[in-house]
């Protein structure tokens, strides 16, 4: 095996490690501003499970954050919570810094 075999190898495996950590962080994220939107409209931790994992499930509707966004902003609204898109946004890079947080400590032990 050469060198410029090793260093390909090398390569890909971290890439494909970086691009689980990705997804990984972005579900634990989806799931976090789930449960927070849960808390907001006052579901109960049975609902709110549900909830979140609906939540995770809505990123997969299309790329970017934006199908997540738009679900918990409408779920909100329809259950008279006051809040706007900023809010939600704001709310999902709060959960995203704690799940990358999550993630790495857990990956650390």
Known sequence: MTQFDDRERAFETKFAHDEEMKFRITARRNRLLGEWAARQMGLSD???????????????????EHD???????????????CDEQQVSDALRNKEIEARRQIIESTNL
């Open 46 to 64: 049975v609902e709110a499970e549900s909830y979140a994992k609906d939540v995770v499930r809505s990123d997969f509707e299309e790329a970017g």
């Open 68 to 82: 997540v966004i738009r679900k918990v902003l409408g779920d909100l609204t329809s259950a008279g919570v006051e």
